[in-house]
């Protein structure tokens, strides 16, 4: 089998990112890139590539959702028994990246996650549709399954065992802060220059700023 992309080639040309334009700190500007994200009519603005490195060290990527940025980080949650979840308490710096091809840009995250409070996971939980708190019960994730009808089954025993009940939220089930070491900005430009403007936090808390080679 073979298909030639060599063809598929865009041109990038909508906005440039200087050093000058940045504000000093990186969350701020993720912000105006989000919403602007957002306003493009970019479908799932939120949805995140979470890179972690497991115990067969390889590096692993999956998309995940967003729920929560602050002035800390980055929140989005999980099941903790997961092959992500196993991998994050073997080794809690990961990566996120976001690609939001209508604005032409990328934004890298490397950052340190950690277990968000039992207080924060209840919360979010409690908001979620019942569908999808009996999901997170029924669901050993990543682990292996003999057929889609084991997961139908044990969904159905558990719409029956809570059926007029509220759902609790498994201890398994919750979030992660992914606070940032470093951000890269990446804007699509003209002949492949494009612009990278790389946020790296500080011993004293100040980010760094440095404009990155294309
Ligand atoms: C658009 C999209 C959104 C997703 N959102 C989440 C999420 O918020 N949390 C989650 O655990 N998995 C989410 N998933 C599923 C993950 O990509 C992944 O299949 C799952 O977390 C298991 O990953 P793991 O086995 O590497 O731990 C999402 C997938 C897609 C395509």
Same mark, same amino acid.
Request: glycine share 6%.
């Given at each position: ?9 865009? @041109? ?5 990112? =200087? ?15 989000? *919403? ?12 995140? =590539?979470?890179? &972690? %490195?497991?115990?067969? #060290?390889?590096?692993? #990527? ?7 940025? &602050?002035?800390? /980080?980055?929140?989005? *949650?999980? #099941? *903790? ?12 710096? @990961? ?6 091809? /209508? ?12 277990? &968000?409070?039992?207080? %924060?996971?209840? /919360? ?28 139908? &089954? ?12 509220? @759902? ?5 089930? /919750?979030? *992660? ?19 990278? @403007?790389?946020? =790296? ?7 760094? %700023? ?5």
């Amino acid at each position: 089998m073979e298909k030639d992309l060599s063809n598929y080639r865009k @041109i990038y040309q909508k906005r440039e990112l =200087t050093k000058k334009s940045v504000p000093e700190n990186p969350m701020e500007l993720f912000q105006k890139w989000f *919403y602007e994200a957002e306003e493009s009519g970019q479908e799932e603005a939120n949805a995140m =590539t979470v890179s &972690t %490195i497991g115990k067969d #060290n390889f590096p692993k #990527n999956r998309v995940v959702l967003l729920k929560k940025f &602050t002035w800390e /980080g980055f929140l989005f *949650y999980s #099941n *903790y028994n997961s092959e992500k979840g196993k991998a994050i308490q073997q080794n809690p710096n @990961i990566c996120l990246s976001f690609f939001w091809h /209508g604005m032409e840009r990328q934004i890298i995250i490397k950052g340190v996650a950690e277990k &968000t409070s039992e207080n %924060i996971s209840d /919360g979010y939980f409690e908001s979620r549709p019942d569908g999808s708190k009996l999901g997170a019960w029924a669901s050993e994730q990543s682990s292996v399954v003999s057929s889609r009808e084991e997961l139908e &089954t044990s969904l159905q025993s558990l719409e029956d065992k809570y059926k007029n009940k509220e @759902i609790p939220r498994p201890s398994h089930w /919750g979030g *992660y802060l992914v606070k940032p070491v470093s951000l890269e900005f990446w804007q699509g430009r003209p002949n492949r220059l494009h612009d990278r @403007i790389r946020f =790296t936090l500080q011993e004293n808390f100040d980010w760094k %700023i440095e404009r990155l080679a294309p």
